[in-house]
């Protein structure tokens, strides 16, 4: 037995056929399938950028909004210390004026009081002298 060491040309028509065979795989097969994995990829890189800069701009947003509602909450303390100023001089005011009006009153009732008490002290030590007349002219049975 012996070993043939020269090639015949049927290996040179398999790897003819082999060369043909991995081109048109190459160019219809892989290549469109490399391009949708390129394509995939390159839209899932620009979704990812996509989906950054949104959470960027979202952030950035709400940093603004965050910023101007600690400077309106800020605002609004300020608005609030200066009407609750407002009113607390107001009240105390309408304090001071209520109680001055109510002391003003109390004097002018007192006053009414102490001239009434004083003309019914009058009244009653005329009465009680027209009665002790009137009283002692019937005891008496004369005037006197």
Not at 43 to 51: I, V
Request: charged residues 35%.
């Amino acid at each position: 037995m012996q070993i043939n060491l020269v090639p015949d040309l049927s290996l040179l028509a398999v790897m003819a056929i082999f060369i043909v065979e991995y081109f048109v795989v190459k160019v219809f097969f892989l290549k469109p399938i490399n391009d949708i994995l390129d394509a995939r990829e390159v839209e899932a890189r620009t979704a990812q950028e996509m989906h950054e800069a949104a959470l960027a701009r979202l952030k950035e947003a709400t940093d603004r909004i965050e910023a101007r509602m600690h400077e309106e909450r800020r605002d609004a303390a300020q608005l609030r210390d200066k009407f609750r100023g407002e009113a607390g001089t107001y009240r105390s005011g309408l304090v001071e004026r209520t109680t001055a009006e109510a002391k003003k009153l109390v004097g002018e009732a007192d006053e009414r009081l102490t001239s009434d008490v004083k003309e019914a002290r009058e009244k009653l030590v005329r009465d009680i002298e027209s009665l002790a007349r009137l009283a002692t002219e019937k005891i008496l049975g004369r005037r006197v």
